[in-house]
C-alpha cells in the first residue's frame, strides 16, 4: 500500500509539472495585451506574469520583431507594429492632433524600449508597460544607437554632437550614456573621414532614414561611399570596446546576406524587381523585405511584403495616408528595468 501511495503522488507531481509546462509555454507566447488580462485568474498568475523575472525575459524573447510603421491624418499622429505575416497592425502610441502638432518621431529602439523626441526633450518608454522617463543629459545631441550593454546588464546610448575647432569646422565627437545613470562619457571620434566635411554633415540625414543596425554587439550604419575608396564602407561601433572601425561592403547594391562576419564574406540573395518605383526597403530578420513603392495619385502609397524564399510579391497594402517605413523594429518585453519609476503597468 505504501508504494502504491508514492507511485500516485509521484503520478500527480509528474501531472503538476507538466500542466506548469504546458501554462509557461502558452503564456510566454501570449501578445503582451492578452497576458496582462491573465492576471485576473489568480494571485499566483498575478505573480508569474508581473514579479518573476525568468518569465518577463523568456516572453519578450518569443514575442515576434514587428515593423515600425508611422501613420498620421490631420486627426492624429500614430506608431503601428506591423506583422505582415498575419496582416495586423498593432497600435504603439498615439497623439491628438488637437494637442500637439508634432508628429510621433522614434530615434531608436531595442528590446521592447523607444527613444523618442518629444515635449522639448528626449525620452526614454516602454509602450507596453507604458513607463516613460526623460533623458535630459542627451538633449542638444544627436542619438545614433540605443544598445544592452552586456558585461554590464545595463543599456546605453550612443550619441554625438559637433564641436567647433579653430579652422572654422567642426567635428563629430561621440559620447555613451548609461541609462538611469548621471553621466555621459566621451568615446572619442570615428576614423577619418567620418568625423568632419561632407560625412559628418550627412550623418544626421542617414541616421534619420537609415538608422544603425546592431549585430553580434557592434552598431552598423548604412554603407556610404568615402573619398578616395573604390567601394562603399560601412562604419562600425564596438558596444563592448567602444570604439570605431571599418568594414568593407559588397560592390553591388542588391539584397546580400552576411555569411562569415569575422572575414566579411557577402553573398548575393536576390534582387527585387517591382513594378512602380521603390521610395523605401527594409528587410527584416526573416530575411523578408518590406517596400514602400508609389501607388495611384499622389497621396497614395503602397507597402509590399516580398517573400525571402523566391523574392515574389506575396501581400500588397493600400495606404491613403502619410505612411512612414521606419528602419526600426518593436518587440513586445513585460522586463522591468530600474531606471524607470516603480508603477504597475497598465492593462
Known amino acids: 500500500m505504501a508504494t502504491g501511495g508514492a507511485s500516485n503522488g509521484g503520478q500527480r507531481a509528474a501531472m503538476t509539472l507538466l500542466e506548469?509546462?504546458?501554462v509557461w509555454e502558452i503564456l510566454t507566447r501570449l501578445p503582451v495585451k492578452p497576458l496582462l488580462r491573465c492576471r485576473a485568474v489568480c494571485r499566483s498568475w498575478r505573480r508569474l506574469l508581473t514579479s518573476?523575472?525568468?518569465f518577463l525575459l523568456a516572453h519578450h524573447r518569443r514575442q515576434p520583431s514587428l515593423?515600425?510603421?508611422?501613420t498620421g491624418d490631420a486627426v492624429e499622429s500614430g506608431l503601428?507594429?506591423?506583422d505582415h505575416r498575419a496582416g495586423e497592425r498593432r497600435p504603439v502610441a498615439r497623439t491628438d492632433r488637437a494637442v500637439t502638432a508634432e508628429d510621433l518621431e522614434v530615434v531608436a529602439a531595442c528590446d521592447g524600449l523607444l527613444i523618442f523626441c518629444a515635449y522639448n526633450g528626449l525620452h526614454i518608454c516602454n509602450p507596453s508597460t507604458r513607463q516613460r522617463a526623460p533623458l535630459p543629459l542627451l538633449n542638444g545631441t544627436r542619438v545614433s544607437a540605443l544598445f544592452p550593454h552586456c558585461p554590464s546588464g545595463s543599456y546605453r546610448v550612443l550619441c554625438w554632437v559637433q564641436r567647433p575647432t579653430e579652422a572654422e569646422d567642426s567635428r563629430a565627437v561621440y559620447?555613451?550614456?548609461?541609462?538611469?545613470?548621471?553621466?555621459?562619457r566621451c568615446v572619442g571620434e570615428p576614423p577619418e573621414p567620418w568625423p568632419t566635411g561632407d560625412i559628418a554633415q550627412m550623418m544626421p540625414m542617414l541616421e534619420f532614414f537609415h538608422p544603425h543596425v546592431l549585430v553580434q554587439g557592434k552598431v552598423h550604419w548604412k554603407p556610404v561611399k568615402l573619398p578616395g575608396r573604390k567601394h562603399d564602407n560601412m562604419l562600425v561601433f564596438d558596444t563592448v570596446a567602444e570604439c570605431f572601425q571599418h568594414i568593407s561592403t559588397p560592390v553591388e547594391a542588391d539584397l546580400w546576406v552576411l555569411l562569415d562576419y569575422e572575414n566579411q564574406v557577402w553573398s548575393f540573395k536576390y534582387r527585387i524587381e517591382l513594378q512602380m518605383p521603390i521610395i523605401f526597403l527594409v528587410p527584416d530578420t526573416e530575411g523578408d523585405v518590406l517596400v514602400t513603392?508609389?501607388?495611384?495619385?499622389v497621396q497614395s502609397l503602397c507597402l509590399q511584403y516580398v517573400s525571402a524564399s523566391n523574392s515574389s510579391v506575396l501581400t500588397r497594402y493600400q495606404?491613403?495616408?502619410?505612411l512612414k517605413l521606419k528602419r526600426?523594429?518593436?518587440k513586445e518585453s513585460l522586463v522591468r528595468h530600474a531606471f524607470f519609476p516603480t508603477e504597475e503597468g497598465g492593462e
Open 175 to 184: 559620447y555613451v550614456h548609461t541609462v538611469g545613470s548621471a553621466e555621459v
Open 20 to 22: 506548469d509546462i504546458i
Open 52 to 54: 518573476d523575472p525568468k
Open 293 to 297: 513603392s508609389g501607388g495611384r495619385g
Open 319 to 322: 495606404w491613403n495616408i502619410r
Open 80 to 82: 503601428d507594429a506591423l
Open 67 to 70: 515593423q515600425l510603421v508611422s
Open 328 to 330: 526600426l523594429r518593436f
